[in-house]
């Protein structure tokens, strides 16, 4: 048996298989395995998020319900006790991501490596595979070194995400050429870029709490009827995604978690530059009481610009680039106009940055599209198009949000499918 790819899900389906008792064999096309775990969530690894089986299917929305057989068998808590046997202790920060106690993603594959080395399976490192093909009922795999023939295989060689790992989508040639359908790969979980000058000039402003939104750029006619400087989106259908959390000013233009979240909806729009990031840098607050916040501080405080009385509830940077765009940089707080306050409370709750693209495949933590989900048998991993192959990991059509939800779909699908071989 023999399991192409020593990411997350090949290390455990190989490992899996082998401790069944199976003469296992771990293809990778690297001089070493886990090259994505090494330098993920910040070469912390996210290993998983502290929530349970339920929480991890509704992350995915409808595709979720894929994993119930593969959480059944590995779940979040499952996971974390696999690894703390191996020495790794675990840690839950605010967010509900779950960390190695140390920080070291190296310990995180260190831990999976010793395990693999104790299964008996044997690691071939260096070893790309350049063609699978079925002949007979039996497989057949071409690799620089030799040509191997396996009984079953079971395909773990990611997607195109970060593909100086070596996830280049490999494994998506060898299985259309096996029948299977290949929903079209496109990239998730990427920084998303703008032409806007002064989101450029922000650089390194991080803000800890901010709800987006993916919206046309431009307003609808329905927008356009209502009395507000920013008009507020009015259909649910304008919306294309949502997400609240850190959000982060770039170079190029915006990143950190909320924004990656909503990446996908963008490299899946036909017209990326047609859309906008509708950003509310104060969502504790509603709209009306805003107001009252921004009416109250400049009575308070009335000689003192409105920059720093902005700056009271966003960066500094950001409240002077805000009050900059509305002509107030200069303006005593006392000065202001009630029009004045509403354009401000508008441009904190509902400032609007034109989209130019994403960072794409290369900065993509995640792969959206591959295998189809209808023609993989979510109860073993195994495929229905071809006996004997078994998918798991970013291969399959199946992304979720950033948490570590990603890496426990890919641990679980590994372990299920290891089990199922």
């Given amino acids: 048996m023999i399991v192409v790819g020593a990411g997350a899900a090949g290390l455990l389906a190989a490992t899996r298989a082998a401790e069944r008792g199976l003469r296992t064999l771990l ?12 330098m993920s969530g910040g070469t912390r690894c996210n290993i998983t998020q502290n929530t349970d089986v339920r929480g991890i299917i509704a992350a995915f929305g409808k595709p979720g319900r894929f994993l119930h057989s593969a959480l059944a068998t590995l779940g979040p808590t499952d996971l974390v006790a696999l690894l703390e046997a191996e020495g790794v202790a675990t840690k839950v920060e605010e967010t509900g991501k779950i960390f190695p106690q140390s920080d070291k993603a ?7 490596v010793r395990r693999l080395e104790r299964s008996g399976c044997v690691l071939a490192l260096n070893e790309p595979l350049l063609k699978l093909t079925r002949t007979d009922g039996h497989f057949q795999l071409v690799t620089p070194l030799r040509t191997i023939e396996a009984a079953k295989v079971i395909v773990t060689t990611g997607g195109q995400s970060y593909p100086g790992c070596g996830t280049t989508g490999d494994g998506y ?4 050429a096996l029948g299977h359908t290949i929903v079209p790969p496109r990239p998730a979980l990427t920084p998303v870029t703008s032409d806007a000058a002064w989101v450029a000039e922000l650089k390194g402003v991080t803000i800890p709490d901010v709800a987006v939104r993916v919206v046309k750029a431009e307003p609808t006619r329905e927008d356009a009827r209502l009395n507000a400087p920013h008009p507020v989106l009015s259909t649910e259908y304008s919306v294309l995604s949502a997400a609240r959390g850190s959000f982060l000013f770039t170079h190029f233009g915006l990143s950190g978690p909320v924004v990656l979240d909503v990446s996908r909806v963008i490299t899946g729009h036909p017209e990326p530059k047609s859309l906008a990031l509708e950003c509310d840098f104060v969502p504790d607050l509603r709209g009306d009481d805003l107001e009252a916040v921004l009416r109250r501080e400049c009575a308070a405080d009335g000689k003192k610009q409105v920059t720093g009385i902005v700056a009271r509830l966003v960066p500094r940077r950001l409240a002077e680039a805000l009050t900059a765009m509305l002509g107030l940089a200069e303006k005593q707080a006392a000065q202001l106009t009630t029009a004045e306050r509403r354009s401000l409370a508008a441009a904190l709750k509902q400032t609007r940055i034109p989209i130019s693209g994403t960072r794409g495949f290369k900065k993509a933590e995640v792969t959206a599209g591959g295998v189809a989900l209808r023609e993989v048998d979510s109860s073993t991993m195994q495929s229905k198009v071809v006996p004997g192959v078994y998918l798991a990991g970013e291969i399959l059509d199946l992304d979720g949000p950033i948490g570590g939800y990603n890496f426990q779909a890919a641990f679980s699908t590994g372990w299920l499918a290891g089990s199922s071989v």
Avoid: F, M, T, Y
């Fill in 27 to 38: 293809l990778e096309k690297n001089r070493r395995p886990g090259a994505k775990i090494l």
């Fill in 106 to 112: 190296s310990d995180v594959l260190a831990a999976l």
């Fill in 173 to 176: 040639a060898w299985l259309a």
